[in-house]
């Protein structure tokens, strides 16, 4: 089992820059992936970026070239650097971990972004 909590959420102007962050409560080494999602309003969530326990990464094509998905040498914080953000990008941002076939989630952090 692992807790996650997100933060770096706020209000930016259209072209600006924010970086999640994802506390864990113990190492995400082992864990086999870990990603951000976001919902917004009236949708559902989804998929931003993952990172995998090899350190491969993947993006949705919407935020491809823009938002980028790392994690700290000691393992324990996962972050979501988001460049040239658009209104598109106002959602709760979620951080998740998933281990086989169980899913751990924060509570969220609302990102908004002006126009």
């Known amino acids: 089992q692992v807790q996650l909590v997100e933060s770096g959420g706020g209000l930016v102007q259209a072209g600006g820059s924010l970086r999640l962050s994802c506390a864990a409560s113990?190492?995400?080494?082992?864990?086999?992936?870990m990603g951000w999602y976001r919902q917004a309003l009236g949708k559902q969530r989804e998929l931003v970026a993952g990172?995998?326990?090899?350190?491969?990464?993947n993006y949705a094509d919407s935020v491809k070239g823009r938002f980028t998905i790392s994690r700290d040498n000691a393992a324990t914080t996962v972050y979501l650097q988001m460049n040239s953000l658009n209104p598109e990008d106002t959602a709760v941002y979620y951080c998740?971990?998933?281990?086989?076939?169980?899913?751990?989630w924060g509570q969220g952090t609302q990102v908004t972004v002006s126009s």
């Open positions: 998740n971990a998933h281990h086989w076939r169980e899913d751990y």
């Open positions: 113990r190492s995400i080494l082992s864990i086999n992936v």
């Open positions: 990172i995998f326990n090899t350190g491969s990464t």
